[in-house]
């Protein structure tokens, strides 16, 4: 059921590799009129943010090296932070260092995991898949490596978050790069630049929340819905719109009738999907060992050989990296604005709490969904997207496809609700807070669904793309400004440690 | 006379009432004084939605003074009988703070109550009687 249907996904993997308008005509009435007017203009969208730059007969987009030149300048500028910091960022996500009194605030843990499944998801599953099928298996050392440089620029922009939040009197806290880079910005002499940074980041988040964290998801969870019912058979082929209602309903009973009770079962099962593809993933290398060995050789091999990649090594090394970007959005910004609840009064303990977040998502659980294909010999047929995932799973598990649909549906819907709080915080920066502004955008944030279910996969990733991926161009300018400030932030936390006025606990 | 009190295991329910009642009558038999706990059950490790990060210092001071409204009909018990009376209200396992509290004040026993009910979710649930009785140092009491 998972084999040759998926023709949506394989468009998904051309696209990204062209950021060509794929023209896909399957689909028809509702669909085809939603399709025909957003379509124009993601594209005009997609091509200015995807700007790229030919090497050879790859393109190369230069918004994918500006992500991992801010990531290795991170990198150096905090002396390999990410290594160095490592263990002490395990003992603070314990609890080893959280005063006791402190209990039943937000803890350093909490706001990890919050942040994690805002990232965790359709990246994880569909996005490597169509990174190795394009880019060979060599795709995901560049991958591991953007993962590794990335948790610099995650701590970077996670110590910002927390130490410029606001703290409003009735004790909410509101934090994230718009913040940062306004009122750093101000403190640095830079008042008006900071302003125009923290708008221009408001307006992409708003974008990228309703473009991959909203329309992408909408578009993934719908294509798994039509294939697990019987493909083009299916009831719901060609009627997007129906599901993006049924979705677009479900979202907005959550975000603006404040049902809780949704939230809370997703939030419950949702870190259990997590574990469950985590534990069938190492079980399948375990009973693969013998293969293990060979696809760590073409991982190491392809990464710098390319062989038989379209573009070779610069093929893959581009998939890699933009993968990596997309899936963890370190530099991206949005985190920052998860994280900044942390109870604590150094802000620098988020920042290495979060860089072990590209770890978990990139190094760990996206390395493991490409081992895992790469072991099944499933890379040599034409799949791609989740239906590559699902067809290396069902070598080992012929069960796990259906998991996986369950899965994409529930990590789309987890994601598009933490999403949903991202974009609402830009909002409110943008037009001030109030219940009638704040509906405003919930009621739009449910409308694209519909929207992103109805649409074809080809403009919605690279609207996605490119709204996601705009957001790291203030915010990046600003942490170059900023990074200063973390650096002094690190030198009087060390030196509170070394003086004895923080103390473990545990 | 002793120093060391008598904890109370607080919750606001009736059952908690009348361990407060109970305990008063031990305290002023002894001649110590009464130490009550509510404990809100926490977890840092739990997770929180990114709206309720944002909410939760709010919400946390909400219900801590919910938490007092809620004990001084208990303390003035106490009180009204001259009996000394100091109390806490903490986050976190209810089991291993009664456990702890019990260890930082020196306490010479602990009193709780129980809902009672013999339903087999009565007996899953209520759990703080059971870990208390086979986990604290000292001797406990459950007022039915």
């Known amino acids: 059921m998972f084999s040759t249907k998926w023709i949506p996904a394989s468009v998904a993997g051309a696209a990204i590799l062209s950021f060509a308008p794929v023209a896909q005509a399957q689909q028809g009435g509702m669909d085809q009129v939603i399709n025909e007017t957003v379509a124009p203009v993601s594209n005009v969208i997609a091509g200015a943010i995807f700007y790229s730059v030919s090497f050879g007969d790859v393109e190369f987009p230069l918004i994918v090296g500006w992500l991992v030149l801010a990531a290795s300048i991170f990198t150096l500028y905090f002396g390999f932070v990410q290594f160095r910091k490592f263990g002490h960022a395990i003992s603070l996500v314990k609890g080893d260092y959280s005063d006791p009194n402190d209990a039943g605030e937000v803890s350093h843990f909490q706001a990890l995991a919050t942040a994690l499944s805002g990232t965790v998801g359709l990246g994880n599953i569909a996005g490597v898949a169509v990174a190795i099928s394009i880019g060979g298996p060599g795709a995901t050392f560049w991958m591991i490596l953007a993962g590794l440089l990335g948790m610099a620029s995650k701590f970077t922009e996670c110590t910002l978050g927390v130490k410029f939040r606001n703290e409003y009197a009735d004790g909410r806290i509101s934090g994230g790069p718009m913040y940062y880079l306004s009122k750093g910005l101000k403190e640095q002499g830079k008042p008006g630049l900071g302003r125009v940074l923290a708008v221009v980041f408001s307006v992409c988040c708003i974008g990228g929340a309703v473009g991959g964290g909203n329309m992408f998801q909408a578009n993934q969870a719908f294509q798994q819905i039509v294939n697990v019912t019987g493909g083009e058979q299916s009831f719901f082929a060609g009627n997007g719109w129906l599901f993006g209602l049924v979705m677009a309903a479900i979202v907005g009973m959550v975000i603006i009738g404040g049902i809780k009770s949704i939230a809370k079962v997703t939030e419950k099962i949702v870190p259990f999907m997590a574990v469950i593809y985590v534990i069938s993933g190492l079980v399948i290398i375990g009973m693969n060992l013998d293969h293990a060995g060979d696809a760590i050789y073409r991982i190491f091999n392809g990464a710098f050989t390319g062989a038989g990649v379209a573009g070779g090594m610069v093929g893959a090394l581009i998939q890699g990296f933009k993968r990596a970007a997309f899936s963890n959005e370190a530099g991206i910004g949005s985190a920052a604005i998860a994280h900044s609840a942390v109870r604590t009064k150094e802000p620098i303990t988020e920042g290495y709490v979060a860089l072990l977040e590209p770890f978990i998502d990139t190094v760990v659980i996206c390395t493991m969904t490409a081992i895992v294909i790469t072991i099944s010999g499933e890379l040599q047929t034409d799949l791609t997207g989740v239906a590559l995932t699902s067809a290396a799973y069902a070598t080992a598990f012929s069960w796990f496809p259906i998991v996986l649909a369950l899965a994409v549906v529930l990590f789309a819907f987890s994601t598009m609700l933490s999403w949903s709080y991202y974009g609402l915080k830009a909002w409110t920066y943008l037009f001030g807070e109030g219940k009638g502004k704040e509906t405003v955008f919930k009621a739009f944030f449910c409308l694209c669904v519909i929207i992103g279910a109805s649409m074809n996969l080809g403009p919605v990733i690279d609207f996605s793309d490119a709204m996601i991926f705009a957001m790291a161009l203030p915010n990046v300018v600003g942490l170059y400004f900023l990074m200063p400030v973390v650096k002094r932030e690190a030198a009087q936390y060390w030196q509170k440690i070394e003086r004895g006025e923080i103390k473990r606990v545990k | ?144």
């Open chain 2, 1 to 144: 006379m002793s120093d060391h009190p008598i904890l109370v295991g607080f919750d606001g329910t009736d059952a908690a009432h009348r361990a407060v009642e109970f305990a008063g009558s031990r305290a002023e038999a002894i001649g110590c004084p009464v130490h009550i706990a509510y404990i809100l059950e926490w977890s840092p490790y739990s997770f929180l939605s990114a709206q309720e990060l944002e909410e939760r210092h709010q919400r946390r001071t909400e219900e801590l003074s919910r938490a007092e409204a809620t004990l001084s009909p208990a303390l003035d018990i106490l009180r009204k009988r001259d009996i000394p009376v100091t109390y806490e209200v903490r986050y976190g396992h209810s089991g291993e703070l009664m456990c702890q509290i019990a260890q930082e004040k020196q306490a010479s026993q602990i009193v709780i109550g129980r809902k009672g009910g013999s339903g087999l979710g009565a007996r899953l649930l209520g759990s703080l009687a059971l870990t208390l009785v086979q986990a604290a140092p000292l001797p406990v009491t459950v007022v039915p």
